[in-house]
């Protein structure tokens, strides 16, 4: 089964603390599919600029294919 999947965890005021990403496009033969690159693009800038402007490190698990990023350990917003 070709296709993107995205799973997002909330918290109990709705904010985004967990998100799975796993999957190939299928766009494209493995190394030219433009789609599963910008995908992979937008992930990994997605985790570096929380980051970068959380200032702690989330949670990565990353694969081939498979990214997993949870923010468990952030505090409440002052």
Known sequence: MNGINLTVWLDEQERIRQFDLSGHAGFSVEGQDIVCAAVSAL?????NGLEHFLGTNPVQ?????????????IGEAE
């Open 43 to 47: 992930s990994i800038a997605a985790a």
């Open 61 to 73: 698990d990353a694969s081939d294919g498979y990214l997993s990023l949870s923010l468990s350990e």
